[in-house]
């Protein structure tokens, strides 16, 4: 394991399943529908990859950058848009694909912005869910699992650009970024 690494959330293992569960769920409700997997990068490329391929439907990506944090651990709160979508989502059926719900920030303000574009449905994908920071009233509608409030990296999500490479999730040592 990382030496900057506290302690595992989600082995390698463990996320395979969730992902495999999730592509089920949504395998099931898409039957016969194309849905448009929107991605938010950077952290969810590694999850948008594998869960795509959990999923045996038609179905087209896109991917959105946004930016809300600074360099430290929680939201600044502004969301801004750095690359916008390439697709036209209108009478799409949408699922925007996150890698962690926490403030909710980012995922409230995505979610109104693409439903003022008028698709046909819009649902939210996260792997992770830290429902104990809320502060936006969003709610996915698929989560891999839900996380107590700690700072996690790995499978995509980093600290400061660093450990998203890392195949599983864990915890980062405090010390690391107090
Ligand atoms: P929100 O807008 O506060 O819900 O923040 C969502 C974004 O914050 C996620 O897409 C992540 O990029 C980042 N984030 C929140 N918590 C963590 C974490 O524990 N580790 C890494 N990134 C996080
Ligand atoms: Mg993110």
Do not use: H, W
């Amino acid at each position: 394991m990382n030496p900057d690494v506290g302690g595992l959330f989600a082995s390698e293992e463990e996320l395979k399943g969730i992902v495999a569960r999730l592509g089920r769920e949504i395998t099931a409700d898409y039957a016969g529908k194309n849905p448009l997997f929107v991605g938010v990068l950077r952290g969810c490329f590694i999850f948008m990859a594998d869960l795509v391929r959990a999923c045996d439907i038609d179905c087209t990506v896109d991917f959105m950058v946004v930016s809300s944090y600074g360099k430290g651990t929680s939201s600044t709160g502004a969301v801004k848009i750095i690359k916008d979508l390439s697709e036209n989502i209108e009478n799409r059926d949408v699922i925007i694909v996150e890698d962690i719900l926490d403030s909710g920030n980012t995922l409230s303000y995505l979610k109104k912005y693409m439903l003022a574009r008028k698709p046909a449905s819009i649902r939210i994908v996260t792997l992770l869910d830290k429902p104990d920071r809320r502060t936006a009233d969003v709610k996915a509608d698929y989560v891999g699992f839900t996380i107590p409030d700690a700072f996690v990296v790995g499978y995509g999500l980093d600290y400061q650009e660093k450990y998203r490479n890392l195949p599983y999730i864990g915890y980062l040592k405090p010390e690391i970024y107090s």
